[in-house]
C-alpha cells in the first residue's frame, strides 16, 4: 500500500485533475491520497492568530481544512472514494478502489506530538504511512524539489515542515518527493511495482 500526499498547493493547479484521475486509474487496491490543507489550513492560521487561539484550536482548525481539500478532489475525481480510518481504507484497498483519507480522526480534545504548526500535513502523511505500515510514501510538491538535498536540509527550505525529517528518521519504507509536473514518474513508479522496503533511485535522502 501507498500514501501519495497531494499538495495543498496543487488546490488551484490546472495539473490536479491528471493527478487524481491517475491515482483513481493506476492506483486502484493500492493507493490512499492524503489531501493537503492548502488555502483551508491558510484561514485557519490566519483565524488563529486573528483571536489569538492555542495551537491545539489551530490543528483541530488544519486538520478540517485536509478534509474540505479532501470533499474538492472527490468532487473533481467521483472514482476516488472517501475513508477515514485505517479500517476503513484497508477496506476500499480490498474492493480495488483508490482511498482519499478524510482526516477528521486527526481531530484532537487535548495537545499531543501532532497539534502544532511544525506538524504540517507533509507529516501527517506521513504519520498516515506508519500507521497503515505502507511500502511507500510519496510527497508530490508544486515548488521546485532538489533531489541532492536530505529531508533535514528541505525542512530548514521550507519544502518540508519542520518535523518530518525527524519523524522520517527510522522508518523502513521509501520517500518519494516529486513535482507537480511529475504524473507519469509516479505512473510509472506505481506500474513498476518495486518489493516493500526496495529503494528507489529517485528517493529522497534522510
Keep these: 500500500m501507498w500514501v501519495v ?44 492568530a486573528w483571536w489569538q487561539l492555542d495551537d491545539l484550536a489551530g490543528h483541530n482548525m488544519a486538520v478540517l ?22 479500517a476503513q481504507i484497508r477496506e476500499l484497498l480490498r474492493l480495488g478502489h483508490t482511498a482519499l483519507w478524510l482526516p477528521i480522526d486527526l481531530m484532537r480534545t487535548h495537545p499531543d506530538a501532532l497539534t502544532h504548526w511544525g506538524v504540517s500535513s507533509d507529516s501527517l502523511a506521513l504519520w498516515l504511512a506508519r500507521q497503515m505500515h505502507a511500502e511507500r ?32 528518521r527510522d522508518v523502513d519504507f521509501p520517500i518519494e518527493l516529486l513535482e507537480r509536473g511529475e504524473v507519469e514518474v509516479a505512473r510509472r513508479l506505481l506500474l513498476a511495482a518495486p518489493p516493500a522496503g526496495a529503494a528507489a533511485d529517485r528517493s529522497a535522502k534522510s
Design 5 to 48: 500526499k497531494l499538495g495543498g498547493s496543487l488546490a488551484r493547479d490546472p495539473v490536479l485533475p491528471r493527478w487524481l484521475e491517475m491515482l483513481a486509474e493506476s492506483g486502484g487496491g493500492r493507493v490512499v491520497i492524503v489531501p493537503g490543507g492548502g488555502a483551508f489550513a491558510d484561514a485557519a492560521r490566519g483565524a488563529q
Design 65 to 86: 481544512g485536509m478534509a474540505q481539500t479532501a470533499a474538492m478532489m472527490q468532487a473533481l475525481c467521483p472514482a476516488l472514494q472517501l475513508a477515514s480510518s485505517p
Design 137 to 168: 510514501l510519496v510527497v508530490v510538491k508544486a515548488c521546485a524539489v532538489d533531489a541532492t538535498r536530505s529531508l533535514a536540509q528541505l525542512g530548514d527550505a521550507g519544502v518540508l515542515d519542520a518535523e518530518f525529517a525527524a519523524l522520517a
